[in-house]
């Protein structure tokens, strides 16, 4: 019997891919620009920079992971259990957290502080991936349970 997709979590996971598509084109114009001859020759400067690259490509990997990995869980597959859904949107929570915040500091700086305190909530987007992979885990050591008759 097919299962039925999603379409919340299907939509909403595009929407994150669609962000990340845009804050990636974004970051790689603003954060690869070149650094003029001062700026390389300045150890501190070069160093972060270099971190912040660093940070971003972080937040991408695990941002475009756990968008695809939402995306799995919408279902719409007769192998994908409607019980993975949560794992899904716990997914998203984190990516919007967790990337979310990275992206936000590395592309606002200080520029706008009350932005920039999302990167604060980053820790909390770490646990909501955690705790999408654990639904996963639980819910696929556990036995599948007989389908239930609509009413």
Do not use: C
């Not at 620009?33 to 940070?55: C, F, R, W, Y």
């Not at 695990?62 to 997914?91: K, N, Q, V, Y």
């Amino acid at each position: 019997m097919p299962r039925e997709m999603d379409r919340r979590l299907l939509a909403a996971g595009a929407l994150f891919g669609l962000g990340l598509t845009i804050a990636g084109a974004a970051g790689s114009h603003m954060l690869y620009l070149p650094l003029t001859s001062k700026e390389l020759n300045d150890g501190q400067v070069l160093l972060e920079h270099t971190e912040k690259i660093a940070t971003w490509n972080t937040a991408m990997i695990f941002g475009w992971a756990h968008t695809l990995a939402s995306l799995w869980t919408a279902g719409g597959s007769p192998s994908i259990s409607r019980r993975f859904r949560p794992a899904g949107w716990l997914f998203l929570t984190g990516v919007a957290l967790f990337s979310g915040g990275i992206i936000s500091r590395a592309i606002l700086g200080e520029n706008f502080p009350a932005l920039t305190r999302l990167s604060s909530l980053t820790p909390f987007g770490g646990a909501a991936f955690i705790a999408g992979w654990l639904v996963l885990l639980v819910e696929g050591i556990r036995p599948a349970r007989p389908p239930q008759p609509r009413a």
